[in-house]
């Protein structure tokens, strides 16, 4: 049986988008994705040292990346703080969803810290976490082969859909939940995980899906990071008219 | 044939496609992929004939051989001071390299710089790995006493100095402060009043938000005199 | 980043690091509601200047405690995110942030800010738990009084999850019952610096404070919780002069609610 989304959306349509980048100050670089209520921060710190030393790498800096959910941000009862599995876990994915675009060859022996946060959520948060990371580190002004877009498909019943929201993911018929991210000029893939049971045709339909989603997803990203760097220019052009600067954000 | 996807001072992001076909060299912050040359980081496109370049707009200090920094001291060994210059790993300035005087062996070295004090001092030697030797000997070089501190985004360090020195010099005449600035994108700035260091460190500040922008000068010396008008807050 | 001793000269020349009196706080002062309106019962995020703060609240039912079975409870809790500065590093929750979250749960708790009958569903069987978690986005100074008003605002955002049989939560449905305020408590810090009092502190004044007094005012002016930080001594006087500017600083910080 064919699922209808109850949202309206077709399945290959993704929740509206909002980007923003720049949003802690105290941060080198940061951002805020929003995927349908799905909000993500990421600040990102360093390069600094790296402690404990046998950690450093005398070649390039390291990456590391932490994932948290705010207590009150998850669907049920409040979520304990402090590091969970599963929170690990994540912070680990996300990190080899971004290592492959950035360069760190030029800071030996320092780590760059990647801090996301969630404020609220409503499914696909590693998803949002690595698109707001991602813009979080072009915006420190970091050498990056590309950006990454990051975007779950899956199953709900027996339908390839892109983007499942949380009651997707709980379906009573059964789904199943593809997280991926893409470097998106080469379309090569830098997180995969899989929950649930899926046919390789089916997967490979739902690959389709998150190919041309990410694709959406970068034009958005793009959008927010010239946004912020534009602004200023905007703001004082030569004529002396002042127009807001762009919010970045934009409905897909 | 090339072609090229951008013009001149577009603001580029990474994973841009800035020209196609082999015309075109990628140069600084762009990289050569397949028959495209590609952004790497955000900045601002710079073409130069066949060069296309992407200057950053934001980004890391990375020290470079004779950078003049202002650091801090953050240790002082029997031997060594160790300082911040914004860069993740401590520089370290030996003893020999802090000062012309004669130590007696065993001397108290925090009694020429001591933790927390400001020096400008000049990068004399980076390795590989990263490793930064500090000297303070040359001319100019000292400890900072007294004044404040203004940080920026090191890149932007070329337009606060402007050409032979000129914005600074204009920042300088304007609010009476001594300034000293630091490749590390540090600005040590020293005036009469606590009015005058705030109105030059608002005018440097202003340099940084507007730095990729034409007529830089004017838009800061307009400030300036608007401010010297109105008076202190 | 400062020259040592920078923030004590200026405060002798009667001037502060950003150029502000010494009683004003820093522009803009906002509070923006049902920022997590998805996931918490309550939402609210705070911005005093360069300082940003989140905080939620959600509920949970428990059984009493013994001794008071006639009564709901809540919980404070505040995380020094290492996405908000520099400063903040991973791991169990620091000093700083214990110290926070127990200013903030004071200033509700002791001072009766809600009435805790009315959090008791059934005498010594059902309580509501309430669970307020204070989390700073970025962190520029004074969060104290920032991490207070956000807490209660998100206090006053919050309504009652719906409770079906055998008292499940339904977290999804969120009823149209208010929380039980008797009254909004709000916070307001003064800093000691060598004899000056100011108010919302950067970073950098904190880190120069000889003295700090967190005091919470009911909404009649009365002082509901205090807390003195700092390695330094105060004179009665004062005490009193830092309670007096706190009390008109704090009324205007209410009018943002």
Redesign the interface.
Known sequence: MTYIRTDGRKVNDLRPMEAKVGVIKNARGSAMFKIGKTIAYAAVYGPREMHPKFMQNVERGTLRCNYNMMAFSGSGNRVRPGPSRRSKEIGLVTQNALAPVIDLTEYPKTVVDVYIELLQTDAGTRCAGICAASLALADAGFKMKDLVCAVSCGLVGDTPVLDLDYSEEAYEGGAVDVPMAMIPRTGEITLMQLDGVISREQLQRAMELAREGCQKIYEVQKEALRAKFSSMEVEAGETGVSSPPSKGNREA | MGKLNVEEKT?V?????LAEGMDYLPAG?A?R?NDKV?S???GVVEINGRLVKVM?????Y?PRKDDIVIG?VSDVSYSNWFVDIG????AVMSLKEGTTEFVERGAELSEFYGI???VVARVSNVT???MIDLSMKGPGLRK?I????T?ICP?KVPRVIGKQGSMVSMIKDYTGCQIIVGQNG?IWLSGK???DE?LASEAIKLIE??A????LTD?VKEFLEKRKKEGP? | MVPKNYIQTLAKKNTRADGRKFDEFRKPITVEYSVSAKSAEGSARVTIGDTVVVAGVKTELATPYPDSPDEGSIMVNAELLPMSSPEFESGPPSIDSIELSRVVDRGIRESKALDFKKLCLRVGEKMWIIMIDIYPINASGNLFDAAALAAVAALKNAKFPKVGEKDVIDYKNLSDKSLPFTFMPVSCTVLKIGDKFLVDPIRDEELAADARLSVTFTEEGKICAMQKGGQKQLTHDEVLAMIDLAAVKAAELRKCL
């Open positions: 603001i992001v990474p994973g841009d496609v912050g990289f992929e590609i790497a980081q955000v950053p707009l934001a980004g890391a990375v801090r860069y993740a790993i401590d927390g004090d400001f590989k790995s990263k900072l007294g004044g404040k501190i940080t890149i540090r009043t606590p009015e705030f938000e507007k990729h922008m034409s007529g838009i807050k």
